[in-house]
């Protein structure tokens, strides 16, 4: 099984801020990456596939990089409706099935 | 627009049974392969079970594997659970599998979830 590891596990940022989060896979998942957001409340959200391409009405202020085992999800300018939690996710290995990285948590500064 | 509805949740003992049911509308469902993904309270998400389009192929999480049965027909997708547990208390999310290529199968659409609650 491929395990996704996230970090940090929380990041405090300020509004405007640009900020990056991580994601390893514990081995190679070429460029098969997908990166979710979850508002409290809410279910998830596909912001990225493929490691890079934004899903349908995602704002172009969310890109996505990496291939392999490392992979980034960048924020250019966080805004308010930005707060929220974020997967990474593989879909290289199948089956047996997906594997999700812990999450990280972006919390107002 | 694709939506994806939950239903079937509740509270039930441990050892008891629910059936968890998923409208779909916005797309032809029979073209789609589809998965659940639960989360328990304050956890991350856990990839539960797959569905292919025809019904026949079905994967499932080592944690639900032999309890857990994944079906479908025309309109929806079932999950049936039985042998519940108090760790499987969590919310149950439908989601879409955008296609079966390897560069595809991201999960597109999620439902907005069914709480189910294991306790006694």
């Known amino acids: 099984e491929i395990l996704m590891t996230q970090s940090p596990a929380t990041l405090s940022v300020s509004p405007g801020e640009r900020v990056t989060l991580s994601c390893r896979a514990s081995?190679?998942?070429?460029?098969?990456l997908a990166w979710y957001q979850q508002k409290p409340g809410q279910a998830p959200r596909l912001l990225i596939y493929g490691a890079y391409t934004r899903a349908t009405g995602v704002p172009a202020r969310f890109s996505g990089s990496g291939s392999g085992t490392e992979f980034t999800l960048t924020i250019s300018s966080l805004q308010s409706e930005d707060f929220a939690v974020y997967y990474c996710q593989q879909y290289n290995s199948w089956p047996p099935g997906y594997t999700f990285g812990q999450g990280t948590k972006l919390e107002i500064k | 627009e694709v939506r994806l509805v939950e239903s079937g949740g509740g509270l039930v003992q441990p050892g008891g049974s629910l059936r968890l049911s998923c409208a779909a509308s916005?797309?032809?469902?029979?073209?789609?392969?589809m998965t659940w993904v639960r989360q328990a309270p304050g956890k991350g998400l856990e990839w539960l079970s797959y569905v292919d389009t025809t019904g026949t192929a079905r994967f499932y999480a080592d944690s639900v594997k032999g309890r857990f049965t994944i079906s479908r027909d025309s309109d929806s997708v079932y999950l049936q659970m039985n042998s519940l547990r108090a760790e499987d208390t969590a919310t149950y999310y439908c989601?879409?599998?955008?296609?079966?290529?390897?560069?595809?199968?991201?999960?597109?659409?999620w439902g907005q979830g069914t709480q189910v609650t294991v306790s006694s």
């Open positions: 989601v879409r599998r955008s296609g079966a290529s390897v560069t595809r199968r991201f999960l597109d659409y």
């Open positions: 081995q190679s998942v070429s460029s098969h």
């Open positions: 916005g797309f032809t469902l029979s073209s789609y392969e």
